[in-house]
């Protein structure tokens, strides 16, 4: 409904309150809202009448906080009208943005254009929109979904609000793991891609709901707080970065929208595509391997799902000019066997020392080798091979370790990595063949334990998928750094089915 | 997704900020989020370590606002928890209230049970749940609608978390307006009613965005700040009071609601039965009359939707036990010629007083008779004509007075009632036959003056429909009680299209 009144205004004395909003709100008293015609959610327009500084805010009423004639603002707003002590600002009604009346149109189902999209994420980015209004936005996207157009337009309209990572050489080549699982595949794919000549600019993310995110795990051996600029030098001298993203401001709209889907265990395919490859749209990725664990306990818990998310990757990196390839991976049990930052980081330099080579080193060299196919480094099906040449080889130690380095070097081996002394080996009550691990027992006995933010704790388990173990053997050993965390932890580890084990009694008869 | 960390707690120092946030909120710095391993939106459970007082708040994260070990909470939580300086709190992760996993439930689409519907409308009225989950239920219902068995259930969950009115005599009747249109007949429903023996205890609402609620309007003639024990003493004894419902705190979980959909103007059928059922069902009216305007500017605009919204009223009063009979009226006109508090309630009052008989005066006694053949006072068909009778023989007028009386008089009759002496007479530029008058204009210019915010200003209507006029020949005068909005309000008018007249010119050739 257009607003008549917009050119009646009320000047107003103002109320700092000195918290952050992120949002800008106004808060008028009752009465002069009624006097302005105007409801909570209501945009006005703010002029600083001594520097002509001029705003757009929303509008909340209260009955306690500012009394008639005063306006309530936070720093946010204080600061963009740069107000001094005494400013009169005048107060007059404002349309909404365009954004809200887009939003509603994706309530009423209806497909939005590239611009209607550019301006809701311009809208929550400059904080005109209102979280009740974000979070309309997101509820109506999760159920009425995203058009292949709408996830493509909104893939651009995420990236182009961020910063750019614009790198002189190329190909750049990028992989992304849709999370839930264990194992940090991204510390060994990234130097066998870059120890073979190519560009890979990693940015990933810490920890949400498991026991270490890739940023977690690589802090533990080197610094991943880095500047863009930085970024920029290290990959073009030695090929590789593996850096925290989450400070880069590259597509600063998805953490909102994240936050909210969290909220309610939301993933809308087409946002979550959104949301991947307009990061990778940032850094200028050309050839991506999207890696899909599908497994009971992971984000994807159904082939389909899994195969609807690969197809809509594929063809949205079409559209944007990026040859992705997406593959799906075994998710029903643990990748390597480490979970926690330091465990995590220890047992992946292991591996690219050559210590071993088991599931995580496989499902790494799987990753690169499809990027080798993908640029076209090697035929279809050479891939893993040179992928393994690469790692056998020690170059992917070698480059790894350029890669600390130059990042800020704090372990260079895995025997510099530090465990907590402070520990406790859980042993199987029975014998018998272990049938399954409960990958989300794992990673919460991990967080009980302290991990993520004790970097030192987590567990480490000692057996796999269908090894016969006896009645006392080892099963896992939980680290802590604080003997109450570990206290807890190793309570809930006995109430818990981390391990089963079958083939014991089949049947009792009394 | 459930917490697993809830045994462990860390022990935080308060910094209060001195605002009401409404919702109740914890502020954790980013490192004592991670450290809990709580993200926004996820809850914690405070606890003053000096009085035992527990709370569960919404977690907010901040870099800036508090440091490591610092909470930060509002004056609601300070207040809950009996925060004195220097108090330590103990916070540790809660789980997230039901009422998220139910509003989750309706985002995909389910039917919600009656004590699903309980929990949330709890949530919303504990200030449990924050703006962003209410914004996602409202979003779903508009989306997913609601069943016939769900909007039964929110009506009791709605009036359930309320006040109640318990009147000691009956039958209690009821009438309602599906809002938009000007005209007040519920000033004259109400003592036709009440003259005829019958109990309405009647609560209304102020303007939302027409130039006056009947609540404004009646505030012109008495007091409608009642409190419910004052309503319950004055319904009893005389019949019928007409008062402002706002702070009556009926059904207040419906305020929420309504601001969220006002947002986006979003009326959902079954949020809509749902919000004047509830109120309803506070007050136990049990023979209900509810008014659907249709017409191009009012809030329904199609038949369909007035015949749909028809049914359902009826099907859930059923439900409730209430009778209810809904009647499509004709919105496309004004209703009577004033807009404006304290010309509509002049209006009305000679109405009362017998000095003529127009559309509003009829409709009004349409309203008031099919409630006497709801309640069995008379055959069909002989309704109308009881009411009318009532109206002419002055009784509806005496009962009137009686309730102004009741109330706290301000003005007893028609000439007691000042009207602003600024105003501004719109004359026709044309000769000709009124084809239509634009009720949204004929609103908005009473609200550009001042309506109903100043409760003198408005406009009032010289003409009809179908009216002959000429050129010169005066259309509408506007009030107001402030010059530069007399100004503003005339300019609006001259630019828009009030009056429109036919049969002037049919086409120019040149």
């Keep these: 409904m257009p607003n008549h009144h917009s050119e009646y205004s009320q000047v107003m004395r103002v109320k700092p309150f000195d918290i952050e909003a992120k949002k800008l709100v106004s808060i008028l008293s009752h009465t002069d809202a009624v006097e302005l015609g105007v409801f909570p959610l209501d945009r006005v327009e703010l002029k600083n009448l001594r520097n002509g500084k001029k705003i ?14 005063e306006l309530g603002i936070f720093k946010d707003v204080k600061e963009k009208l740069g107000v001094r002590s005494g400013d009169r600002i005048e107060v007059k009604p404002a349309a909404k943005p365009d954004s809200v009346g887009f939003i509603k149109k994706k309530l009423d189902g209806e497909t939005l254009g590239e611009q ?13 929109l209102s979280e009740i209004e974000t979070s309309a936005f997101v509820s109506a996207v999760y159920m009425h979904g995203y058009t292949l157009d709408e996830t493509v337009a909104m893939t651009r309209a995420m990236a182009s609000g961020g910063k750019k990572l614009k790198l002189s050489r190329g190909p750049v080549l990028d992989k992304h793991c849709i999370g839930g ?12 891609i870059a120890a073979a000549g190519y560009v890979i600019p990693k ?21 991943v707080c880095l500047s863009l600029e930085k970024i920029k030098t290290i990959t073009e001298k030695i090929g590789g970065v593996i850096v925290w993203g989450g400070a880069l401001d590259l597509a600063p709209v998805d ?15 087409g946002q979550v595509i959104a949301s991947v490859m307009s990061k990778k749209a940032s850094v200028g990725s050309e050839y991506i391997v999207i890696d899909l664990p599908v497994g009971p306990e992971v984000k994807i818990q159904g082939r389909e799902i899994a195969e609807e998310l690969a197809k809509k990757f594929i063809k949205v990196g079409d559209k944007l000019g990026m040859r992705v390839e997406a593959i799906l991976t075994d998710g029903t049990e643990p990748c390597g066997s480490a979970f926690g930052p330091a465990l995590e980081a220890k047992y992946v330099m292991e591996i690219l020392e050559g210590k071993f080579f088991d599931n995580l080193a496989q499902k790494s060299c799987e990753l690169a080798g499809a990027l080798f196919e993908l640029v076209g480094r090697t035929k279809k099906g050479r891939g893993f091979a040179l992928a393994k040449e690469i790692l056998d080889s020690g170059k992917a130690l070698q480059k790894m370790q350029e890669i600390i380095k130059a990042q800020g070097p704090k372990c260079l081996h895995s025997n510099e990595i530090a465990l907590s002394k402070m520990k406790k080996e859980i042993r199987s009550a029975v014998s018998g063949e272990i049938n399954s691990i409960n990958l989300r027992e794992c990673i919460n006995i991990a967080r009980i334990a302290g991990a993520p933010a004790d970097e030192k704790a987590g ?3 000692h057996v796999q998928v269908e090894e016969r173990i006896k009645k006392g053997q080892p099963l896992f050993t939980i680290f802590a750094e604080n003997k109450r965390k570990l206290q807890l932890a190793v309570k809930y580890a006995k109430k818990s089915c981390v391990v089963e084990t079958r083939r014991m009694v089949l049947e009792k008869f009394q």
């Design 56 to 69: 757009v805010t929303v509008v909340d009423v209260t009955k306690t906080m500012v009394k008639q004639d």
């Design 116 to 128: 209607e999209l550019f301006a809701i994420v311009k809208g929550i980015q400059s904080n005109e």
């Design 181 to 192: 699982i264990n194992g940090r595949t991204t510390m060994i794919v990234v130097p066998i």
């Design 203 to 223: 940015t990933s993310s810490r920890s949400i709901t498991s026991a270490a995110g890739t940023a977690d795990a690589m802090e533990v051996v080197a610094n």
């Design 255 to 269: 953490d909102e929208i994240i936050k909210i889907e969290h909220t309610f265990s939301m993933d809308p395919v």
């Design 459 to 461: 567990l480490f388990l």
